[in-house]
């Protein structure tokens, strides 16, 4: 018996100086094990780095409440919030502090409201939810978002990500696969001392500050923003990181053409916005027809150069918005209805590429198709392209109001998933080589280079898609991806940020936006006609088991002590 307590005792002893050497290797030696099979709680090597930078505390206010009753759903995505917080501190040095805030604890409905309001005011969008109970069903407002601040500054986190068609597992899965890329997003832009400066292009008839008012607002959160134009000077575009040319309507001059050439041969981004097609908006809303012309901007050949082809067509699509009709007799009173309107596709994004992975519908008007042409080492990525079911009309395009009322006939819907927006990466070849070089080209301030480094642009065939509509009555800009028609905000304004982000990360942040999470759901119909057994199993087979084990245990002991 001594011999047993001795070897008892070492054991024992030993376990305990293992652990205390492990605990003390553990105080230099840092590392987290991901069990799970996607690493969904393994960050990416471009927030690591961020977080190691942070000088002072990013301090996070999530407003969803630990006391609060939410459906299953939310309540996981409140989860995986806090378990992505904890492991953004563990990489923070504790410089990330977060706090989950219930906004419908008061019960002061005025109160309440004034909460509400300032939450809107500062960015956050809220949902609202439909909740069974005794006395039938109530609705409740929740505020799936969060307040990031740091130095003094905060922005605006919206934890949930709805997209229209998607189930709603699917759009809360998807906002757990977005939660690490939004939040370093939110570190980032908080924590960038000098801002990337970014051009609106002027001079060719681009749309004006008034018509990108939101986006122009929403960029400069993360950006300087600055109005170009260039006007044949050699240096316009220098210090930009990236220019936006939003819906030309005139001619680019040979020299201009070339400053923005040289522009991208040394590394500039662009993210061209273009309408091949004048359609006139104002005809059609006075007289209700008009008749769609090409612009002649003499971009072609630099398009082409590039790799792209951007055609004089207008792309009609039976997945499309909806337009008023007055659809009473001459004499009665106006009697509006919503019709379909072909000329404005909404596009479903299904490409897994990080700039439109799991965006919401997007709106366009009058777009056109592009196709892509060959060019040595480019790679090209196909953003955006229309549905099933689309229709190719040649310019000149006649287009009359009245066609909303007429019934599409799908048979003659032959040109399916026509691109209206690509991506092009690598070393772009310049227009101007092999040509006859006009006289500025032997300028010193930009000495012409044949080929370029590694750069990225985006062709969008639509100008419209970064447009917002505006109140004419009070010249207030509406949200940009608003439809007034049908109420509805579509994700233009999402598309065009990621486009910009993409175009201006050299970090490699967005890449995270890639990732993905397998949806694991269960069998509903299978979980309710096996509900009872499986509650059965749950709660009789543990107890089953420890009955079991105290009997083998109470016969092993009986046996043994009465030898």
Known sequence: MNSNKKRDLTSLGLAIIILILLNFVGSFVFHRFDLTSEKRYTLSEATKKLLSNLN????????????????????????????????????????????FINPSESTDKKQQEEIFKQLYDKGLQPTNLEVKDENGSSQKIIWPAALVSYHGHEVPWQLLKTQIGSSSEMQLNNSIQALEYEF?????????????QIGFMEGHGELDSLAVDDIENSLSEFYSLKRIKINESLNALKGLKAIIIAKPDTSF????????????MNGGKV????????????????????????????????????????????????????????????????RFELM?????????????????KNLDVIKIDFGSSIDTVAAKGIKKTILLHTSKYSKILNAPVRIDLR????????????????????????????????????????????????????????MISDGDII????????????????????????????FILNCI?????????????????TLRLLDKKKVLNERLKWQLINVLLPLLTILVFGIIHHIIRKRKYAK
């Open 56 to 99: 002072d505390v990013v301090y996070v206010k999530v407003y969803m409440g630990k006391d609060e009753d939410f459906p299953a759903g939310f309540k996981h995505l409140r989860n995986e919030t806090q378990e992505m917080l904890d492991e953004f501190r563990a990489y923070a040095d504790d410089n990330i502090e977060y706090e």
């Open 184 to 196: 370093a997003s939110c570190i980032r832009n908080l924590s960038t001392d000098i801002r990337p």
């Open 253 to 264: 001059s040979e020299k201009d053409k070339y400053i923005i050439d040289q522009y991208v």
């Open 271 to 334: 993210l061209w916005v273009i309408d091949p097609l004048n359609t006139s908006v104002d005809s059609l809303r006075k007289s209700g027809g008009t008749i769609a012309t090409p612009y002649l901007l003499n971009l072609d050949n630099l398009f082409f150069k590039y790799g792209v082809r951007i055609n004089p067509n207008l792309i009609v699509d039976m997945q499309s918005s909806a337009i008023p009709v007055n659809k009473a007799f001459v004499g009665q009173e106006p």
């Open 340 to 356: 379909p309107w072909l000329f404005s596709p909404l596009i479903m994004p299904t490409s897994a590429h990080p700039i439109v």
């Open 403 to 458: 066609m909303a009322n007429m019934r599409p006939d799908e048979n003659q819907f032959t040109n399916p998933y026509q691109p209206v927006a690509v991506l092009l990466e690598g070393e772009f070849e310049s227009v101007f080589k092999n040509r006859m070089h006009p006289k500025f080209i032997t300028g010193t301030s930009i000495p012409f280079k044949e080929k370029g480094v590694n750069t990225q642009m985006i």
């Open 467 to 494: 447009r917002n509509e505006v109140q004419y009555s009070t010249q207030k800009p509406y949200a940009l991806g608003y439809d007034k028609y049908t109420n509805q905000t579509y994700g233009n304004k999402n």
């Open 501 to 517: 982000n993409y175009l201006c990360d050299d970090s490699g942040l967005i890449s995270v936006r890639a990732r993905e999470l």
